[in-house]
């Protein structure tokens, strides 16, 4: 692709819809993911950064108070922070603090595994800081599956510990899967318990979430479930603008639905890799360094590929489908790592383009990097089930492979 | 305009002491770091206005200062009303009004 040529400043209309405006990128990002750590006490398995191991070049602790500088500077208001699970870095409550005092507020997701009863009276007492904790299961069983042995009661302790203390308003937040899309309501329930609110996001085929994609993804009748389920109780649920390739079914969602990808998120990740979106950890989607000449602020006002996805986008494949201009073709990320054209439909297209898409020839992109743990752990998900072993899809080479009395019938009459 | 609309334009205003404002191409971004709420000031003229509040007798002085034509007035009275709603801009005590 040729980016080289990529003027600095777009010619950009005065006028327009303030998602036409987005489009074209913003002096600094509304919404900024940093993972701080590669390190996760647990091995979920559908992980979108492949965490588990601590990368040895991660930035200290010094080099992370000057991307808060840096952040501050350039009015950044608040960042998601996450992993890895970030509150297992030895200086994260340092940082936590250093960034609120700097007018950064703070957002971190967590598996809860740090909130003890003391944190959260610690958490109760700031401002700007939020907690999002993460379950992907109303059921220990459920969500136990995909993140291990213990996580429930982890996630709940938390919430429990939060609400205990007093803390207002923590975030329950849920990647939406095959095995509990049947639970919104349930987990609705759980988060106004806790009083909280719930998050509901998109399952990516992300990280270690390519290995699952195609096990826990939602199947075209479920999508329409969460889908009504959205349109009944949007108002009150946050989504992070996650569904608007759901958009599709006809009426948009509450929020941009847009692809913020490098123009108004992205992501720093522990090494201080800048990447167009959380979703987006591979090679294809690095901008820069924070820690090259410039810092942030240049990475995100001046990288080619930044510059390059803020230019407009054609539909490509979709451009003919009359529903492109609600859903716009969907996530870049989920295209990317099924290994579908990024200018062609979403692999979940309601409108079934996905499937067709899916079904031709494609190759799934290597992952440019994981964090996980080489060898398995007590903790560790294991994704089996029992039950009968599907029936090949094509019969044996010989009969005799299958089974050495292949075609031999006793004869019973004989007896 | 309605009778709100109009005393408005009598009053003294100034940005909320909670609040950043953030130039971008398109306007300004609002951050409210109190209630946490991300507001868009999709015009440069309003970003004038809503910034230059404090400065100004009243909200008519600030329009006017920003070059806003007067047909546009209520419009923008409307959406300053909104930004009062979200506790982005703030009546201000003067000393008339104490008086």
């Known amino acids: 692709m040729t980016v080289l040529d990529a003027p600095d400043v777009h010619q950009r209309p005065a006028t327009g819809s303030l998602v036409e405006q987005f489009e074209f990128g913003l002096d600094a990002p509304i919404c900024l993911t940093w993972e701080l750590t590669y390190a996760c006490n647990l091995a979920c398995a559908h992980c979108l950064s492949s965490s588990g191991r601590r990368d040895p070049r991660e930035l200290t602790t010094a080099q992370c108070e000057r991307v808060i500088d840096e952040l501050q500077r350039m009015q950044v208001f608040y960042v998601n922070v996450g992993g890895g699970e970030p509150t297992i870095r030895p200086d994260f409550w340092h940082l936590l603090e250093y960034a609120v005092d700097h007018q950064v507020g703070v957002k971190f997701s967590t598996n809860g595994v740090r909130i003890s009863p003391e944190r959260a009276r610690y958490l109760a007492s700031t401002d700007y800081v939020d907690v999002q904790v993460s379950l992907d299961g109303a059921t220990a069983d459920v969500n136990d599956y995909v993140r291990g042995p213990g996580s429930y009661d982890t996630a709940l302790t938390a919430l429990e510990n939060l609400a205990e203390a007093g803390f207002a308003d923590a975030k329950l937040s849920v990647v939406v899967t095959r095995h509990n899309v049947a639970q919104l309501d349930e987990f609705k329930e759980l988060a106004d318990r806790y009083g909280a609110t719930l998050r509901l996001t998109r399952l990516r085929p992300s990280g270690r979430g390519v290995d699952v994609w195609d096990e826990l993804h939602l199947l075209p009748e479920q999508q329409r479930v969460l889908y009504d389920w959205l349109m009944a109780h949007g108002d009150n649920v946050l989504t992070g603008d996650s569904f608007f390739h759901l958009a599709a079914f006809g009426e948009s969602l509450p929020g941009l639905n847009l692809c913020g990808a490098g123009r108004v998120v992205c992501l720093i990740d522990p090494v201080g890799d800048v990447y167009a979106c959380p979703f987006a950890i591979h090679d294809s989607f690095l901008a820069g360094n924070v820690l090259d000449d410039g810092g942030f602020q240049r990475v995100w006002q001046h990288s080619p590929l930044f510059q390059q996805l803020r230019e407009p986008q054609t539909g490509g494949a979709c451009a003919s489908c009359s529903f492109y201009d609600t859903c716009r073709g969907g996530c870049m990320a989920a295209k990317f790592f099924t290994g579908l054209p990024l200018d062609g439909p979403d692999p979940e297209c309601v409108q079934g383009h996905g499937e067709t898409a899916l079904a031709h020839e494609r190759t799934v992109p290597a992952p440019s990097q994981d964090h996980s743990r080489r060898t398995p752990e007590r903790r560790q998900p294991v994704l089996v089930q029992i039950g009968r072993r599907p029936e090949p899809a094509e019969p044996p080479v010989t009969a005799c492979a299958q089974s050495p009395l292949a075609g031999f019938t006793p004869d019973r009459d004989g007896a | ?99």
């Open chain 2, 1 to 99: 305009m309605t009778a709100a609309s109009t005393a408005m334009l009598g009053q003294a205003w100034r940005l909320s002491p909670s609040v950043a404002l953030r130039p971008e191409p398109f306007g300004a971004l609002a951050y409210h770091f109190g209630n946490r709420r991300l507001t868009f000031l999709k015009r440069p003229e309003m970003v004038e206005v809503v910034r230059s509040l404090g400065d100004h007798r009243d909200v008519r002085s600030a329009l006017n200062a920003a070059g806003v034509p007067e047909a546009q007035w209520p419009a923008y009275v409307t959406a300053l009303q909104g930004l009062a709603d979200a506790d982005l801009i703030r009546p201000r005590e003067t000393t008339e009004a104490a008086a």
